[in-house]
């Protein structure tokens, strides 16, 4: 089996926790170079890894274009603010790259829909990082849909709540995140639903979007997702929702209800929550359940299953993608799907009406 050269653009919190610990126990991965602004910051960390692995280090670009001139590079991890997804994406597709780009795909639809058109002439898999589908509990959910346990599938829901969240640094910049909680957090039970669903054609939406407590109530004591790169590290940018919900109506009947916020003046609900209803039985994640009916009366299963580690369950895919060929679980197509109906949910918030599509 080939060693793949991998390198990993964007070193910050998602690529610390998820890529390269995981690429690291791939005995067919040798991950050799950084791309990143802040070089000095990732020459630290370039050590670090090098040290902990007993590996070479690798080398630290100060920009991705500089790494794919330099490095003949089998794969790529892209793991930069979401404003930058498409375009790096386009040039490791350009370099003969495979590429696993983080969630969203993109802030935009039109954005979306030029980075499948170049990934669909391109024989290089492009691979989004929806991680929760690679849950071991989700896996089971999955299951059930597909051995036709719950018959048809008409109403969902889906949400995460916080109530003190908010992530500082790059997040709450409109201009480098393309949204607050929707394109964070939302994606992620947005996606998961969505795929548990079936993937459903989207019809219509209705979203709302508040910035209802933004920066103004600073919180002794409190924990938060801080970004590795240096600005805005108290949210002095704020200029997101930090709360967003939509009911959106597909073309197969199906329905969903979807809620997510950074913060919110109600009990704590961070755990990724799904719920589908079925004509013959209905699923939830947290609690993980299927609910039915047996030998007349009602019944709920209860799987013996935990979340398990789903950052190495998507590693492993992406990389067995790559070296078999094989169309990973989380294609671009259903990437520039999501982006469609976050963007309809971004639309129905500004105008104050329903998207149809």
């Given at each position: 089996?080939k060693?793949?050269r991998?390198?990993?653009?964007?070193?910050?919190?998602?690529?610390?926790?998820?890529?390269?610990?995981n690429?690291?126990?791939?005995?067919?991965?040798?991950?050799v170079?950084?791309?990143?602004p802040?070089?000095e910051?990732?020459?630290?960390?370039?050590?670090?890894?090098?040290k902990?692995?007993?590996?070479?280090?690798?080398?630290?670009y100060?920009s991705?274009?500089?790494?794919f001139a330099?490095?003949?590079?089998?794969?790529?991890?892209?793991?930069?603010?979401?404003?930058?997804?498409?375009?790096?994406?386009?040039?490791?597709?350009?370099a003969n790259?495979?590429?696993?780009?983080?969630?969203?795909?993109?802030?935009?639809?039109?954005?979306?829909?030029?980075?499948?058109a170049?990934?669909?002439?391109?024989?290089k898999?492009?691979?989004v990082?929806?991680?929760n589908?690679?849950?071991?509990?989700a896996?089971v959910?999955?299951?059930y849909?597909?051995?036709?346990?719950?018959?048809n599938?008409y109403?969902?829901?889906?949400?995460?709540?916080?109530?003190?969240?908010?992530?500082?640094?790059?997040?709450?910049?409109?201009?480098?995140?393309?949204?607050?909680?929707?394109?964070?957090?939302?994606?992620?039970a947005?996606?998961?639903?969505?795929w548990?669903?079936?993937?459903?054609?989207?019809?219509?939406?209705t979203?709302?979007?508040?910035?209802?407590?933004?920066?103004?109530?600073?919180?002794?004591?409190?924990?938060t997702w801080?970004?590795?790169?240096a600005?805005?590290?108290?949210?002095e940018i704020?200029?997101?929702?930090?709360?967003?919900?939509?009911f959106i109506?597909?073309?197969?009947?199906?329905?969903?209800q979807?809620?997510?916020?950074?913060?919110?003046?109600?009990?704590?609900?961070?755990?990724l929550?799904?719920?589908l209803?079925?004509?013959e039985?209905?699923?939830?994640?947290?609690p993980?359940?299927?609910?039915?009916v047996?030998?007349?009366?009602?019944?709920?299963?209860?799987p013996?299953?935990?979340?398990?580690?789903l950052?190495?369950?998507?590693?492993?895919h992406?990389?067995?993608?790559?070296?078999?060929?094989?169309?990973?679980?989380?294609?671009?197509q259903?990437?520039?799907?999501?982006v469609?109906?976050?963007?309809a949910?971004?639309?129905?918030?500004e105008?104050?009406?329903e998207?149809?599509?």
């Amino acid at each position: 089996m080939k060693t793949l050269r991998v390198g990993v653009i964007g070193v910050g919190t998602i690529a610390k926790v998820a890529h390269l610990p995981n690429y690291a126990k791939r005995a067919d991965v040798q991950v050799v170079a950084f791309a990143d602004p802040e070089v000095e910051r990732v020459e630290g960390i370039a050590r670090q890894y090098a040290k902990d692995h007993n590996v070479e280090k690798p080398t630290v670009y100060k920009s991705a274009a500089d790494m794919f001139a330099a490095e003949n590079l089998d794969a790529v991890s892209i793991c930069t603010p979401n404003t930058s997804h498409v375009e790096l994406a386009k040039q490791a597709l350009d370099a003969n790259v495979h590429v696993l780009l983080e969630k969203p795909m993109s802030v935009k639809l039109e954005d979306a829909d030029e980075l499948l058109a170049k990934a669909n002439q391109s024989d290089k898999i492009l691979m989004v990082g929806m991680s929760n589908r690679y849950r071991q509990d989700a896996t089971v959910l999955k299951r059930y849909v597909e051995s036709g346990a719950l018959g048809n599938i008409y109403y969902g829901k889906t949400r995460i709540l916080r109530r003190r969240g908010t992530p500082t640094g790059w997040f709450t910049d409109l201009a480098i995140s393309g949204g607050g909680p929707l394109m964070d957090i939302g994606v992620h039970a947005l996606d998961l639903a969505w795929w548990l669903a079936g993937t459903p054609k989207v019809k219509s939406v209705t979203g709302i979007m508040a910035q209802g407590i933004g920066n103004k109530n600073k919180l002794d004591f409190n924990r938060t997702w801080r970004a590795s790169s240096a600005g805005n590290e108290n949210n002095e940018i704020f200029t997101t929702e930090d709360l967003a919900s939509a009911f959106i109506r597909f073309e197969n009947g199906f329905t969903l209800q979807l809620e997510v916020s950074w913060a919110l003046n109600g009990p704590q609900d961070s755990a990724l929550k799904v719920e589908l209803f079925g004509s013959e039985g209905g699923i939830s994640l947290d609690p993980l359940a299927y609910y039915g009916v047996k030998h007349g009366v009602l019944t709920t299963e209860t799987p013996d299953v935990a979340v398990g580690d789903l950052y190495n369950r998507e590693l492993n895919h992406f990389v067995d993608c790559v070296q078999s060929g094989e169309t990973p679980c989380s294609t671009v197509q259903q990437g520039r799907d999501v982006v469609e109906i976050l963007a309809a949910i971004t639309k129905s918030a500004e105008t104050g009406r329903e998207v149809l599509l």
